[in-house]
Each structure stands twice: as structure tokens, then as C-alpha cells.
């Protein structure tokens, strides 16, 4: 015998580690070298190496059962080289995660008008591993409408919830999960209708009337694709009138501004494509355009837009 290394090894519970056993000579002829494990509860080891013909060396592993040192020992012809394994016990598992809370319910209050839809954002105290179904009460069914669950996604902290305004008043929505949280949607009566057509309020020209003799007062939110869909890809994707105009009633807004597009691509806002659909006027060529369909006849418009 000449060696058996490392002369310590140090493996964890569970896990494999390698010894390289080395006798002094080649031989023509493959050599058994007994090995002894004084503590075998400890660590699995073989009874034997065998070390092939005409080599000097041979590799075997060990696997460590328990947390304890065991000492081998190979010996050949009177000769022995001993190693020891220390075996680690295994790190304890990681806690887990405290039980989610619900940390809020966002905004409170949420104001809506009768018929619009409204979210609240819903917050838990952690990150966990699984879904967390997060059940949801409400107080005035018949006012608003909402889920009677919200589930956080793994791996996130927040869940949206809709919330629908049926008749007006105040409900209040609880999410009881490890303690309670609320928020309260409070729902306003649609204002009156405007009759149109408005005119210039005499005693305050600064406003229009619609003949009842008050001041209407008109507020909205622009946003540049309410008439035509624009975009930079072709065809532009579809305007949502829908989620606009829920938007709007949410904001008590009563006015929009149609902003329309004359050309069919490019803007000086942006570099590159800007396509415009449906256009004003008709593309009858004959010759192309520099996008490459045919040109703009400026004469001739679209009756459907008009």
C-alpha cells in the first residue's frame, strides 16, 4: 500500500465523496485490497477496492449515512493506509414563510358613478410559494358588484379587484384573511342627462346651457386615438372604446375631444412608422405612396366617416 486520499473527506448527509487508493507496483494480474470501516452507520463504504491489472491506482465512493467521523482503513501485505470521513449533518429546511396578511385594500375610498366599473388593488403581507385565494366581503350586494375571491398569484404580493356600481351609497368591502381588512366603495347618482344642443350661458359666457339656465361645466380626458386607431404596427390595434368610456364615467368626465388623422403613416412625434386606420380620404392610387400602398386621392373621402 502506498495511499489512500484525501486523507480526510468531508461529505454531507446523503451526499457521495471519492477516495483514490494507490498500491506501490503494477501487477499483471488485478488486486483486492480489503477495506475496513470502523464506523459503518456512519458512512457506506465497499469491503474491498480492486485495483485493475497494470494499473497502480483504482477510485471508489462513500456515502455518508450519519453525522459522525469514520476511519478506513485499506491494508495490503502488511502494509495500510488509513483516511477519515467526517459526515455533516444535513442544513436544517428553511422556515417557512410567515402566513400572508392582507396589508390593504387600494384606494380607500374608491369613488364610482352608478354603472361604471372600478378596480381596488389587494396587498398581502409576503411572497408565498402557492396561490393565496383571498376571500372578499361584501357588505351592499345589491350596490356593487365584486368577486367573492381574489387570488394572489404565487410569487406576488397583489391582486386586482373589479369593482361594479350598481345603485348609489357607500358598501364596504372586507378581506378576512388572517385579520380584516376593508375598503369603502362609495357610488354617486349619475348626474342628469345634457339636452343638446348646448348654447352660450348668457349671465356666464364662460359656459355653455343646454336651456335649463344652468352653467355646464365640460371636462374630459383626450387621448389621441378616440376616432381613428393608431399605432406602429399595420393594421394599428383596435381602439377600447369600452374601458375609454368606463374610464370616463369614473372621472365624472362629460366631454370628448375626436382628434383626426389626415395622413396614413408617419408623424413628427415619431420616428418611423405611425399607421392610421380607418383614413379620411380614399386610396385609389394609381401610382404607390411612400408607404407603399396606393396614394391618397385628397378629393375623394370616406362616406363612412362622415
Not at 448527509?13 to 488485478?30: K, V
Not at 345603485?167 to 348626474?191: I, K, R, W, Y
Not at 355653455?208 to 383626450?222: E, M, P, Q, R, V
Not at 404596427?233 to 369614473?250: E, K, M, S
Request: proline share 11%; net charge neutral; with cysteine.
Amino acid at each position: 500500500m502506498v495511499s489512500l486520499l484525501p486523507a480526510s473527506l468531508v461529505v454531507q448527509q446523503g451526499a457521495t465523496g471519492t477516495f483514490t487508493l494507490t498500491i506501490n507496483a503494477l501487477q499483471p494480474t488485478s488486486t483486492e485490497v480489503p477495506l475496513i470501516n470502523d464506523r459503518s452507520t456512519l458512512v457506506r463504504a465497499p469491503t474491498s477496492v480492486m485495483v485493475p491489472a497494470n494499473q497502480t491506482q483504482a477510485l471508489f465512493n462513500v456515502t455518508g449515512l450519519a453525522a459522525g467521523t469514520s476511519f478506513l482503513t485499506a491494508s495490503l501485505n502488511a502494509s495500510s493506509a488509513g483516511a477519515t470521513v467526517e459526515v455533516q449533518p444535513l442544513p436544517p429546511p428553511p422556515s417557512p414563510p410567515p402566513p400572508p396578511q392582507v396589508l390593504s385594500l387600494a384606494p380607500n375610498p374608491l369613488p364610482l358613478q352608478q354603472g361604471a366599473t372600478g378596480q381596488l388593488m389587494l396587498t398581502i403581507s409576503a411572497v408565498q410559494p402557492r396561490d393565496t385565494v383571498v376571500p372578499l366581503m361584501n357588505d351592499q350586494p345589491t350596490l356593487v358588484q365584486t368577486p367573492i375571491s381574489a387570488t394572489v398569484l404565487a410569487g406576488q404580493t397583489q391582486a386586482t379587484v373589479l369593482v361594479t356600481a350598481f345603485s348609489s351609497g357607500n358598501a364596504v368591502l372586507t378581506a378576512p384573511l388572517n385579520g380584516n381588512v376593508s375598503a369603502t366603495v362609495q357610488v354617486a347618482t349619475l348626474p342628469s342627462p345634457i339636452s343638446g344642443p348646448l348654447r352660450i350661458l348668457n349671465s356666464n359666457p364662460r359656459y355653455f346651457t343646454d336651456g335649463t339656465g344652468k352653467a355646464i361645466y365640460l371636462t374630459g380626458s383626450h387621448t389621441w386615438g378616440n376616432l381613428q386607431d393608431n399605432g406602429t404596427i399595420d393594421p394599428p390595434p383596435a381602439f377600447n372604446y369600452t374601458a375609454y368610456l368606463d374610464w370616463l364615467r369614473q372621472h365624472n368626465h362629460n366631454f370628448i375631444r375626436l382628434g383626426a388623422w389626415e395622413q396614413a403613416n408617419f408623424t413628427n412625434e415619431i420616428a418611423g412608422d405611425s399607421f392610421v386606420q380607418p383614413n379620411i380620404y380614399r386610396r385609389v392610387g394609381p401610382d404607390p405612396a411612400l408607404d407603399g400602398k396606393h396614394q391618397v386621392r385628397c378629393g375623394t373621402v370616406r362616406p363612412s366617416l362622415f
